[in-house]
């Protein structure tokens, strides 16, 4: 039965691909648009993992463009930049997100943001970059790499 004050949500996940240096990182993005946001939860395996005395953090952001590119270069770059439809500052760009701390090469994050409704979104990027966001060099926070990628859809 639905709650009156928990109204049916709206629901799309991404399917995460790693590239082709990182062919074992997979996972799922889920999203579901409530009254006060977008909750969105992720569960990524395949993480790379360079031990206890390294941070293993990930930046993770929602891009542009789409995942279809997989140039050995450049991986992922028809994703194009960061979501950022209010032509803000890094790291207030809707499409950035709180980083992935990685466990062994497992994460598990979920986080409710008010940046963006869901169906602003869908068709969109989200992104795993190599390194951890530093939250200051413009316009993408020195993120490194990226190594994994999913396309937002409705479900």
Known sequence: MNHPKYPICERASARICGNR???NL????????RQNGVLLMAEICGLPDDGPDKPNIFAFHIHEG????????????QTGGHWNPYQRMHPCHAGDLPPLFGCKGYAYLTVLTNRFTLKEVLGRAIVIHRDPDDFT????GNAGAKIACGIIRAR
Request: hydrophobic share 20%; proline share 11%.
């Open 21 to 23: 240096d990182f062919p």
């Open 26 to 33: 997979r996972g799922i993005v889920h999203f579901q648009q």
């Open 66 to 77: 789409d995942c279809s590119s997989q140039d050995s270069q450049n991986p992922f770059h």
């Open 137 to 140: 060099t413009q316009p993408s």
